[in-house]
């Protein structure tokens, strides 16, 4: 792995940002050159990372001490929407298979990496995330955001019905819900989609770093291909601070506790330390 000293938090902030996050080193992980890899998911104590191609197909286990990678999936959707418990020990993933009518439904695996062995926990279910007792659970179904919450599902729509929900995701206390309403920007609501928030129109694909912080992407394209992006942490008080270079051109992030990694344009991936 190739390591890189960062030192930009300040560099590139605006006028109305602020150190929010204070960057270390930021590594470059050993993957195969002409892959078109993007991070689905980083494990709890930040000592894996989950791939997935650019469509979500396959999933693969990179073990950031071994640089070990292993496949955990080659089949289509698996790269969608990846859990992993809070002790790491198991990765959630779905399976994309069409059925004799031609309609696409999913089996939700889950993998033990104690014991390597994979069972399924909800087969050939058509929304995007299985309903799993004692879980809290949101997908997009309809375009709208859907809760499930120990069994009990709600489907929300906090700026209205006629709005296009994605990129729903649940703050780590359980307490608030951050999605992008399309055209409009990032949002974040209580639980129940009452009182939503304004963030940034340039906060996409957000994630949460801890309960106040978000970690999204602005990127800009030219109608057909994405032109540039980088990463911007962004508070719930509408503070915000850029994590990346320009040249880097980084999306996607996924978060740990004093880690976040992220994909390229370019099909890499990088893990970068914050505190």
């Known amino acids: 792995?190739?390591?890189?000293?960062?030192?930009?938090?300040?560099?590139?902030?605006?006028?109305?940002?602020?150190?929010?996050?204070?960057?270390?080193?930021?590594?470059?992980?050993?993957?195969?050159?002409?892959?078109?890899?993007?991070?689905?998911?980083?494990?709890?104590?930040?000592?894996?990372?989950?791939?997935?191609?650019?469509?979500?197909?396959?999933?693969?286990?990179?073990?950031?001490s071994s640089q070990r990678m292993t496949t955990i999936s080659e089949q289509p959707g698996a790269g969608y929407r990846v859990a992993v418990s809070t002790d790491g020990r198991k990765i959630t993933y779905r399976e994309t298979v069409i059925g004799r009518d031609q309609l696409r439904r999913n089996n939700t695996m889950q993998l033990n990496l104690k014991t390597s062995k994979?069972?399924?926990?909800?087969?050939?279910?058509?929304?995007?995330?299985?309903?799993?007792?004692?879980?809290?659970?949101?997908?997009?179904?309809?375009?709208?955001?859907?809760?499930?919450?120990?069994?009990?599902?709600?489907?929300?729509?906090?700026?209205?019905?006629?709005?296009?929900y994605i990129w729903p995701s649940v703050s780590p206390d359980g307490q608030h819900l951050c999605y992008y309403v399309c055209g409009v920007g990032c949002f974040v609501s209580n639980l129940d989609g009452s009182n939503p928030q304004f963030i940034a129109r340039a906060c996409r694909a957000a994630q949460w770093y801890n309960n106040s912080t978000l970690i999204g992407m602005a990127d800009e394209d030219d109608g057909h291909f994405t032109t540039a992006s980088e990463l911007r942490a962004y508070t719930l008080n509408g503070q915000s601070q850029v994590l990346t270079e320009p040249e880097l051109k980084a999306g996607y992030p996924q978060t740990a506790p004093g880690v976040i990694s992220f994909s390229t344009l370019r099909g890499e991936i990088y893990v970068m330390q914050v505190k």
């Open 1 to 64: 792995m190739k390591k890189l000293s960062l030192f930009l938090a300040l560099a590139f902030a605006t006028s109305a940002s602020a150190q929010l996050l204070t960057v270390g080193t930021m590594t470059k992980l050993n993957t195969p050159q002409g892959q078109d890899l993007r991070v689905a998911a980083i494990s709890p104590a930040a000592d894996y990372v989950l791939l997935t191609s650019g469509n979500n197909q396959g999933l693969i286990r990179y073990d950031l």
């Open 118 to 164: 994979t069972k399924v926990i909800a087969r050939r279910q058509r929304e995007a995330s299985p309903v799993i007792k004692d879980a809290l659970t949101v997908s997009i179904e309809n375009r709208h955001i859907v809760l499930n919450n120990n069994g009990k599902t709600l489907t929300l729509a906090p700026n209205g019905e006629n709005q296009s």
